[in-house]
């Protein structure tokens, strides 16, 4: 069942122990928009998907990202968020790979059930079943002439 929640109220994330952010709802105007980022449509038709993947989590971050909490200069004083500093952010590993699985898979995932294309839950056919069954083989008749 789909669960709508009608409060579209922004929501705090936590990306790593002391860092968290606070991020717009996941709706559709903002994965439109993220999707004609100019910085997301630049990239050359022949990336890779994880290339693609990076330039569309900075991009939405950038929309979406209010405020934050545990983020600060190389001298540690808290810093706000703005285009390149969301991006340096994301460029750490681990607060990358945390966005992603938090926040943009959401709509992600939405968009393959609506395509009828469920994810499997361990590698691409671990999900899939056999379908398919050995042919018998047809019976000899002799024929005498």
Do not use: C, H
């Amino acid at each position: 069942m789909l669960t709508l929640d009608l409060s579209n109220e922004p929501r705090w994330l936590e990306l790593a122990p002391g860092v968290r952010v606070q991020l717009r709802p996941l709706t559709t105007a903002l994965m439109v928009a993220t999707r004609s980022d100019p910085e997301v449509e630049a990239v050359p038709e022949g990336a890779s998907d994880e290339e693609r993947a990076v330039a569309f989590a900075k991009a939405l971050a950038r929309r979406a990202v209010l405020v934050w909490d545990g983020v600060g200069d190389v001298d540690g004083n808290p810093i706000d968020p703005s285009p390149e500093s969301i991006d340096a952010l994301l460029d750490i590993w681990p607060i990358f790979e945390a966005f992603q699985l938090t926040y943009v898979s959401k709509g992600l995932l939405l968009e393959q059930e609506k395509n009828a294309s469920a994810l499997s839950p361990n590698g691409p056919s671990a999900g899939a079943s056999d379908t398919a069954r050995a042919a018998s083989k047809p019976a000899r008749t002799a024929r005498r002439g």
